[in-house]
């Protein structure tokens, strides 16, 4: 691989796009709110789907293991910061880099150990010791999971299942492309028994970070395919698939996901963060997903309106001036 493009396999760090403007507006009778506006005749062909959060909550809790560590990592320099001190540091900074392949949070602690005089380890080697202790966290689940003491339904956002079977039904490709380490995902995507809706099409992070993107992934899909961009749908609960969807022409989801509670509510954070980065629409989960399939294959037309109309304003009444049209 040459120099070219392993640049261009970075990700970039999050950066708002889009402000928020306007009235919530929703698809009439649901939760999904409708932010974007739609390419002509737009169809979906292909589906990318983010794993962690968006469809796996085998993951769920992470940010409990890897601030700790960094906190005990940071304590080590010697720094004449408070625990407390540099756990807020260091909550602050994870959430900015979140979506991202975990090296990223891993590089940026080893630029903090630096800037506190201590002598970095590599991020690799960072990294691993976080999925070690991330494994001790989650071993049970998995355990459960393939001792089919739990049903994969429990740890899957709820109506993924669902979502994965309507699109299939519907002749859509289908994508998975995660931050976590491929080897990890594929067998995730087993124990959750959703591997068989992605045959080959399993893609995550390996050991040299440059050498994989989720940007690469939709180039080769793009190019592979000769697929239109527009006809390219990404479902994520990350800013870095999100925007990538939306730089190469497609139709960004973005899944606001309550990973602890599965409460069916928007975690606010991811919301307002997914709307920054420019998602077409925000879902809690896939518990709505056949009125979402149903507008994008039935209700949006080739001049890019809806027919139906079926926006409400946060009020959940009809305005003043009829019906909305999807601009
Ligand atoms: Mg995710």
């Known amino acids: ?16 796009v889009v402000e928020p403007t306007g009235p919530i507006r929703y698809l009439s009778g649901t939760t999904i709110e409708i932010l974007g506006s739609f390419p002509i005749g737009f169809v979906p062909k292909h589906a990318l789907f ?7 909550l085998i ?20 720094t004449d910061e408070s625990p407390d001190d540099l756990f807020w540091i260091v909550e602050k900074y994870v959430a900015e880099l979140t979506g991202q392949q975990t090296i ?3 590089i940026r602690l080893a630029e903090e150990v630096s800037r506190r005089g201590g002598r970095p380890a590599d991020p690799l080697e960072y990294k691993k010791e976080y999925h070690r202790r991330l494994m001790e966290r989650i071993r049970s689940r998995r355990e459960d999971l393939r001792q089919g003491r739990v049903d994969p339904v429990e740890m899957l956002v709820p109506g993924s299942m669902q979502l994965l079977d309507n ?15 491929e080897v990890y995902v594929r067998e995730e995507a087993e124990l959750l028994k959703i591997d068989t809706f992605f045959g080959e099409h ?3 992070a390996v050991d040299d970070y440059r050498s994989f993107s989720k940007a690469q992934v939709i180039q080769r899909i793009l190019a592979n395919q000769s697929v239109q961009a527009r006809k390219l749908i990404g479902f994520g ?4 698939e999100i925007q990538n969807v939306k730089e190469a022409g497609g139709i960004a989801v973005g899944v606001a996901s309550d990973e602890a509670n599965r409460s069916g509510r928007p975690d606010p954070w991811k ?5 920054g980065i420019g998602a077409d629409f925000i879902v809690p989960d896939f518990r709505e997903q056949m009125q979402l399939v149903d507008f994008l294959w039935n209700d949006i037309q080739d001049d890019g309106t809806s027919t139906t109309g079926p926006l409400r304003d946060t009020t959940g009444t009809a305005r003043e001036t009829g019906e909305q049209e999807i601009d």
Request: without cysteine.
């Open 271 to 275: 919301r307002e963060r997914l709307i």
């Open 202 to 204: 399993i893609y995550g």
């Open 167 to 181: 699109l299939r039904s519907k002749n859509v490709k289908l994508y998975l492309a995660s931050g976590t380490d």
């Open 59 to 78: 993951r769920e809790g992470w940010v409990h293991v890897m601030v700790p560590m960094m906190v005990d990592i940071l304590l080590e320099t010697g």
């Open 50 to 56: 983010d794993f962690d959060g968006t469809l796996s």
């Open 1 to 16: 691989m040459n120099r070219m493009q392993n640049q261009s396999n970075l990700e970039s760090d999050y950066r708002r």
């Open 104 to 106: 990223y949070q891993m």
């Open 237 to 240: 609960d990350g800013y870095v």
